[in-house]
């Protein structure tokens, strides 16, 4: 007030220089600049506008007669430099400007300018300075201010009634702060009032209508954003405002400078929670950019509040803005009560939204739609996006059959090709067994193999001829039914029929259509197909009571066995048909194994004498001991087999199989074969050794008379020269020539013949094959002469 202007550096060491020589009015100061802008008085009605920069002095940048016309001039230039900036007279009027403000926002610039009337918005950076008029109320001085970005750089007029926000085309919201203002500034976010206080002194209360109002001032800062009064005092009479180095600083009347420092963000929390305005600290948290770790801990503390109260549902969506970061766990153990089942179903739902669920939560949640029967609910969550899943769809499965829901946990196995899942449900729950065959036949071969064979038999029992032909299909051409015909499609493939047999354990018509069906369109079916379908063959065969059709199935089974399949488990067939008593089989497994004996031995367990004698008469050639087998047959049997006996002895007789000592001593064992049994036989056996013996006297003969006549002609060839007469060659009967060769036996030859025919120098080509029959017949003798037990077997 005496034309003064104080500085007040941090250490608070005042100092001062005379702007005016009355009084100052305004000051402001450019601080990137190092400019202060000052209007004062030096004269009474003479308000001159001052530049201070720094310690260069003072540049008068207007001389006025005064600032209360109403007008608002613009001077445009750099003031520093130039002493003559550009002015320009911007706003005319009747009412005393009270505010003035520039609002930046990219290359837009405008000026708000209050009066005590009306408050207008001037656009600067287009010509000719288009103005708008925003409100037809203006503010006394001091009661503007421009706010920061955090409420868009609006501008702010402070009535006595209500405190208004303005954009530079329209006006914003308005708060009701009742007070006569004083100051209005901003800072930081906040909305720093300073007004009379209203409350009337005690006094006041008795002294009528002209009340007296106490000199008290009330200092409030509100934060608009989160809509709560930051701070709130009473002072005795305030000067200004102050904000600097990072605090605000109240100057009062007194000669006091107070200083108000704002709290950390973690202090005006704890202050929020401890009066439980949990809203109000959420606001705060956010609009001063906490952590999302910071604000979930608001929210489970707020979350912790409601439930304490009772407030379930309020409780629970704060604890659903903890997903993330608060351990589920620990809100789901608040809400297990059957009572606040359908606020664990919300937090479930969400914690699944965001795919923060494991599979315990699903089954919670799962068993929470259950629990409710809350139908609609559940299928919403099961038939979610087809891109994303947030739960695990094998354990929504298990709950979902648990509880009974079959067409929910049906839908989700096959939706996600949960195919054990789907089969088992259909199977063993719904019992839709069309159905899941249906599904088999559209699985990839892999899959439709290994669930046939697990699932083949229930099916088997259910709906035998569908199954059937798809096993069928699966083990000759398989395709999934899904796939569509044409050139690209793949090959099909094709199981081992033979490990589906079991399938059929107890559908012999249907197995006897397979293993049909399999042998037919693929003849290198395993070998375990042959067998069971001989098996099932001889089974019908065997309870087959009507002739006809036995006769018939004895046919396919005789086929089967003569189809060759069987050349590798001779033993396996050969048991499959005794055990069926399959007379035919096993002769023709005998007769293809060359096992000639059982023949004979099978037709005399069944006493068929005729066959036997037959089967001698086959086979006797190759295997002689049959005929004295079927000797010793006849001579044990007690009845008359006296036909029988005598056609082996004939046989035996011409092939001369056995000794007749022998056959004595074998029919000896027959109490009903007399000697005339044998007595044909025993005569001609003697007439015929009769015979021999006299062959073998008169050979004996001729072979000393031959040996004599050898003898003589060795003599003389040791004696006496031999004159070999021969006019031809033994071997191509041409005359001799010379050179030639010739031998003692009277042999002679061209030497050209000996030498292509001959094999050895020293034996005659002519004499050579029978001297070698007698050679061998000599070192034959050799060999046997110690062979005593045969000489005395062919002796007996």
Not at 91 to 117: C, D, I, M, N
Not at 230 to 257: C, H, M, N, P, Q
Not at 378 to 406: C, N, W
Not at 453 to 464: A, E, F, S
Request: proline letters at 3%; aromatic letters at 10%; charged letters at 25%.
């Amino acid at each position: 007030m005496e034309g003064q202007i104080w500085f007040l550096p941090r250490s608070l060491q005042l100092s001062s220089f005379q702007a005016y020589k009355l009084r100052v009015t305004h000051l402001y100061q450019l601080k990137q600049h190092s400019i202060l802008v000052s209007v004062g008085e030096d004269e009474e009605g003479i308000n001159p506008l001052s530049g201070w920069l720094g310690e260069r002095g003072v540049v008068l940048l207007s001389p006025s007669s005064g600032f209360a016309d109403g007008s608002v001039v613009l001077t445009k230039g750099d003031i520093t430099r130039d002493r003559h900036s550009k002015t320009q007279i911007l706003h005319e009027g009747s009412y005393p400007v009270t505010g003035l403000a520039f609002r930046q926002s990219g290359k837009t610039t405008h000026l708000f300018v209050v009066t005590t009337e009306n408050i207008q918005s001037y656009m600067l950076s287009v010509k000719d300075y288009p103005h708008l008029e925003l409100d037809t109320h203006g503010c006394g001085l001091r009661c503007s201010s421009l706010s920061d970005p955090s409420q868009d750089l609006q501008f702010i007029v402070a009535g006595n009634e209500c405190v208004y926000l303005y954009q530079p085309d329209e006006r914003g919201p308005c708060f009701a702060f009742e007070g006569q203002k004083l100051i209005v500034h901003w800072y930081r976010g906040y909305l720093v009032i300073v007004s009379k206080d209203r409350k009337t002194s005690p006094k006041s209360e008795f002294a009528g209508n002209e009340a007296q109002n106490s000199d008290k001032q009330v200092l409030n800062i509100y934060d608009l954003c989160n809509k709560f009064i930051a701070y709130s005092s009473i002072f005795d009479d305030v000067v200004d405002v102050l904000a600097e180095w990072g605090s605000l600083y109240v100057l009062t009347r007194d000669g006091k400078i107070h200083v108000l420092q704002e709290k950390d963000t973690q202090t005006k929390l704890e202050m929020l929670f401890r009066k439980n305005l949990f809203e109000m600290a959420i606001n705060l948290a956010k609009s001063h950019h906490l952590d999302s770790d910071g604000l979930s801990e608001i929210f489970r503390q707020y979350g912790d509040h409601l439930y304490n109260k009772g407030n379930h549902d309020g409780a629970i969506q704060q604890y659903i803005r903890t997903i993330g970061k608060l351990e589920p766990s620990y809100v789901i153990r608040k809400f297990l009560d059957a009572q606040r089942i359908h606020n664990l179903t919300a937090y479930l739902q969400t914690l699944h939204l965001q795919s923060l669920a494991n599979a315990d939560h699903t089954t919670l949640l799962l068993n929470c739609y259950t629990k409710l029967k809350d139908s609609s609910k559940l299928e919403e969550f099961i038939k979610t996006s087809e891109s994303e899943v947030r739960f695990d769809v094998e354990t929504a499965i298990k709950v979902l059959r648990q509880a009974g829901y079959y067409s929910h946990a049906v839908y989700l196995a096959e939706k996600h090709a949960h195919h054990e899942w789907y089969l088992k449900i259909q199977l063993e729950d719904i019992k839709n067994y069309q159905e899941a065959l249906r599904y088999i036949g559209k699985l990839p071969f892999d899959q439709a193999e290994s669930n046939m064979k697990r699932y083949g038999k229930i099916l088997m029992h259910h709906v035998p001829n569908e199954t059937t032909e798809l096993l069928k299909i699966l083990c000759t051409d398989y395709r999934p039914s899904g796939d569509n015909e044409g050139p690209g499609m793949l090959e099909g493939k094709k199981a081992n029929s033979e490990e589906f047999i079991p399938v059929f354990a107890n559908n012999s018509r249907e197995l006897k259509a397979f293993l049909e069906h399999m042998t037919e369109v693929q003849a290198d079916s395993p070998q375990g197909v042959y067998d069971t379908l001989l098996e099932l063959r001889l089974q019908n065969w065997a309870h087959e009571q009507d002739e006809q059709i036995k006769e018939k199935l004895h046919n396919e089974a005789l086929t089967l066995l003569k189809s060759g399949r069987f050349k590798t488990v001779f033993d396996k067939a050969l048991v499959l048909c005794q055990m069926h008593n399959f007379k035919d089989g096993v002769l023709y497994l005998y007769e293809q194994g060359k096992l000639f004996q059982q023949i004979m031995h099978y037709h005399m367990q069944n006493e068929q004498y005729k066959k036997v004698i037959e089967v001698c008469e086959l086979y006797g050639d190759q295997e002689a001991c049959l005929w004295e087998q079927a000797l010793g047959y006849f001579a044990r049997k007690e009845e008359d087999c006296k036909e029988y006996i005598a056609a082996v002895l004939k046989h035996i007789e011409n092939k001369n199989l056995m000794p007749p000592l022998l056959v004595v001593q074998t029919l000896a064992h027959n109490s009903t074969a007399t000697l005339s049994v044998i007595k044909d036989y025993l005569v001609n056996k003697l007439q015929k050794q009769s015979c021999q013996i006299e062959q073998d006297e008169q050979r004996i003969q001729k072979y000393r008379e031959e040996t004599t006549r050898i003898r003589q002609e060795i003599e003389e060839l040791k004696a006496s020269p031999k004159i070999f007469q021969k006019t031809k060659c033994s071997i191509c009967t041409s005359a001799l020539e010379l050179p030639s060769v010739h031998f003692l036996c009277g042999h002679s030859f061209h030497q050209h013949c000996f030498e292509s025919y001959s094999e050895s120098d020293s034996e005659c080509p002519t004499c050579m094959p029978e001297n070698r029959k007698v050679m061998d017949m000599i070192r034959a003798q050799e060999q046997k002469r110690d062979l005593h037990d045969q000489f005395q077997h062919q002796v007996g």
